[in-house]
């Protein structure tokens, strides 16, 4: 068995109270993880030339005119339960 199923078994068998706990502190963790990711992404700011960024900017708009759905159905499964509704949008 994996940690993850390990985990997963452990919250499974927590009373109401104690899974929101768990469920708090996890949602926590993640907010973290991405206020850590966004400091070091702020530590690159102006690193790229002009050509680098104007390069990057086409790239990421060629990339990124399409939605994957397999990755909305992914992002929902992850989402908190306690989090409010967000659609995700249609792929075409």
Do not use: Y
Not at 20 to 33: N, S, V, Y
Not at 44 to 71: F, M, N, Q, S, Y
Request: charged letters at 40%; one cysteine or more; aromatic letters at 4%.
């Amino acid at each position: 068995m994996s940690r993850l199923e390990e985990v997963v078994e452990e919250l499974k068998s927590l009373p109401a109270n104690k899974l929101e706990k768990a469920a708090d502190f996890i949602h926590r963790l993640r907010i973290a993880g991405s206020q850590e990711d966004r400091s070091l992404l702020g530590q690159t700011a102006g690193r790229l030339t002009a050509e680098e960024a104007a390069e990057l900017e086409k790239i990421i708009e060629a990339g990124c005119e399409w939605v994957d759905e397999r990755e909305c159905i992914k992002a929902e499964s992850r989402r908190s339960w306690r989090g409010p509704e967000r659609p995700f949008p249609k792929t075409t």
